[in-house]
Each structure stands twice: as C-alpha cells, then as structure tokens.
C-alpha cells in the first residue's frame, strides 16, 4: 500500500504567488514526515520536519508545512515563490512506527516550475 | 565540510559487468544508506547500515550488496549489471535516531547497455 502520495507531478505558479506542494500519507501510529528538495543535478537537501508538537513547521528557505491529522496531510508551502524555488520536491514518511531508521518512503516527486 | 562524497559521477557499464559504487561521508554519521531515483518513482531504499559492520535490507535489495567496516564508508557493489539497474543512485548519512534529517550525496549516474 502506498504510504506516501503527491497527487501532482507538477505545479506551475507565477513568481510572488502562494506555492503549495500537496502530500498525503497513510501509515499507522504517529507519522515522522519529512519534506526535501532537488536541483538539477544534485542531491536531496532537507527542508523540514514534523515530529510532534506544533501542527505549523518552519524550514528552510522560507518553507512551511501544516500537519493536517484528520486529512492525513502535509502540504508544503511558502507564501511567495520565487524563480529559484523552481526544483523537485519530495515527501517523505516513516512508515511503520516499529520500522527502525532506514525506511522512509518518499513520494514520487513533483516538479515545481516557478514563471517570471 | 565535504558532506557525503559519492564517486563516480558518471558511470557506463555492459551487461553482466560488476562494479563499486563509493560513498564516504565526514561527519561521523551512525546512520548510512543507498537509495535508487527511477522517473516517477521517487527514491527507493536499497540497503541501509546503522552502523560499522551491520547492514539490512531495504525496499528493492537484489542485484546489490553493501558492507560497512569503517563508519566513514559504504560502498554499494553491483554483482552483475542488469539494464533494469539505470538509474541515479544516492548515497545518504545522518546522526542517530529515526527522526534525524538525510544528508544526501550528488549522486551516480549509472547507464547498463
């Protein structure tokens, strides 16, 4: 079963506009979700975390991401994009709360594309 | 700090062929893995060690195999290379405990003619 789902392959938004990167999880217990970035050519870099405690996470970069429980969501966001923001997106979860360290599942990706 | 170090970059191999992949990281990590990026896949997990001399399995383990004897390196050998094995591969670090963010390599790209 899919434990980790981003509906959008890609998501296009004008420069100065609200961005957001939708994800969805399905795994039992307490989720540890995770979110990185890729730019062409390079590896994963770490954006944020949600843990426990507050539903509203701050990362790098400007990001954001609201922990939804009753939706199991974690959408990213950041209040106006920018040309540089343009890369590839990845949510990730623990998904069992017995599984020890090493297996995360990450989302399929979905490329954002950031406009002039 | 040079972070995680993976090497080669680029790599070309013929069926049947085996090869090493190298992954070293600085920063002391405990906690090291592999993972394969296929197009709309996302990443899937190879093998992971959480620490020298222990390894398990990951999501997609055959055709692989991993060791770890120093905490700094883990390198992913190839056995026999197979065309469905074309693919970027990621090598990633992080400190203890399952909650701790991945520290990615720049990653391998392998082409299996």
């Known amino acids: 079963a899919q434990s980790v789902a981003q509906p959008e392959d890609q998501v296009n938004v004008a420069e100065g506009n609200p961005l957001t990167v939708k994800c969805t999880y399905s795994?039992?217990?307490?989720?540890?979700l995770f979110w990185y970035v890729q730019y062409p050519n390079r590896g994963l870099q770490f954006l944020l975390k949600?843990?426990?405690?507050?539903?509203l996470v701050k990362g790098s970069y400007g990001f954001e991401a609201e922990f939804n429980k009753s939706q199991t969501s974690f959408h990213l966001k950041k209040p106006s994009a920018l040309v540089s923001d343009s890369a590839l997106y990845f949510c990730?979860?623990?998904?069992?709360?017995?599984?020890?360290?090493?297996?995360?599942?990450f989302g399929a990706g979905t490329q954002v594309v950031v406009t002039p | 700090n040079a972070g995680v170090t993976q090497t080669p970059k680029f790599q070309v191999l013929k069926t049947g062929q085996s090869m090493t992949l190298q992954c070293a990281q600085d920063?002391?990590?405990?906690?090291m893995s592999w993972y394969r990026q296929d197009p709309g896949m996302g990443l899937r997990l190879i093998h992971y060690?959480?620490?020298?001399?222990?390894?398990d399995q990951g999501e997609v383990p055959n055709g692989y195999n991993v060791s770890r004897s120093t905490t700094e390196d883990f390198p992913l050998r190839l056995l026999s290379a197979a065309p469905s094995q074309t693919s970027v591969y990621f090598c990633?670090?992080?400190?203890?405990?399952?909650?701790?963010?991945?520290?990615f390599g720049d990653g391998t790209r392998l082409s299996i003619l």
């Open positions: 795994v039992s217990g307490n989720p540890y």
């Open positions: 920063m002391n990590h405990e906690y």
């Open positions: 990633a670090s992080s400190r203890e405990g399952t909650n701790q963010p991945q520290h």
């Open positions: 949600y843990i426990t405690g507050d539903n």
């Open positions: 060690s959480v620490g020298a001399g222990i390894t």
């Open positions: 990730a979860v623990r998904r069992n709360p017995t599984d020890s360290w090493g297996k995360l599942q």
